[in-house]
């Protein structure tokens, strides 16, 4: 098993750019998530799903869209890339259920210059 | 609304000294608590789960509800232990969203 696979690892974009961050999980898992890790604010939330054609915004979505057609495929788009989003950003996804911890991917260091 | 709050962002220890991380969490429901680890350059890792009360690499954490605590503990820091640790929370209920505090860099020196 992969686990959770993120693309790319390190990305540079200029103010106004687009991108996508990709992820995929290969465990079957229900539960999707994106969070941004910044130095100082910890890990929060961007958005999440709980299942394919399912998402819901967390602490911190403006500026970012997702959608979840498959079970697998969880892609964070960035609209319009402002300075303010430079940061790590992780994917994270888990087994329905109430006690079932994150499985996070490596992480995507983005650059807005 | 939900907020896990760690009130050390550095702690440093030596070897073979006892080591407590702080987690004061928020939350009206029955809370679920978990601790994640990142090491040096490493993805974060799930440490502990209050749920199954389990000692994993010689931590433990217990929950004081009382105290709206989940401190995590190990009786013995290893150097290998030197790694972000952060106290998170299941805050959505079945949605399953995670509330994360800003993280407590443990440093154990030798």
């Known amino acids: 098993n992969a686990g959770v696979t993120q693309t790319p690892k390190f990305q540079v974009l200029k103010t106004g750019q687009s991108m996508t961050l990709q992820c995929a999980q290969d465990m079957n898992h229900e539960y999707m998530s994106w969070y941004r890790q910044d130095p100082g604010m910890g890990l929060r939330l961007i958005h999440y799903?709980?299942?394919?054609?399912?998402?819901d915004q967390g602490e911190v979505p403006n500026g970012y869209n997702v959608s979840r057609s498959t079970t697998e495929d969880f892609p964070l788009r960035l609209l319009s890339a402002a300075p303010s989003q430079t940061s790590v950003y992780f994917c994270a996804s888990s087994r329905a259920g109430l006690n079932y911890g994150y499985t996070f991917g490596s992480g995507t260091r983005l650059t807005v210059v | 609304a939900q907020r896990v709050t760690q009130p050390e962002k550095l702690l440093s220890v030596f070897k073979g000294a006892p080591v407590e991380l702080k987690c004061n969490y928020s939350?009206?429901?029955?809370?679920?608590l978990f601790w994640y680890v990142q090491y040096s350059r490493q993805r974060l890792q799930l440490l502990l789960r209050h749920i199954s009360r389990e000692s994993i690499k010689g931590f433990t954490a217990d929950l004081n509800k009382g105290e709206t605590s989940f401190h995590l503990k190990k009786p013995f820091a290893q150097e290998e232990d030197s790694a972000m640790y952060y106290c998170?929370?299941?805050?959505?209920?079945?949605?399953?969203?995670?509330?994360f505090g800003k993280g407590t860099l443990l440093t154990v020196n030798p």
């Open positions: 998170a929370l299941n805050s959505g209920g079945s949605n399953y969203k995670l509330t």
């Open positions: 799903s709980v299942g394919a054609g399912i998402t």
């Open positions: 939350y009206s429901g029955s809370p679920e």
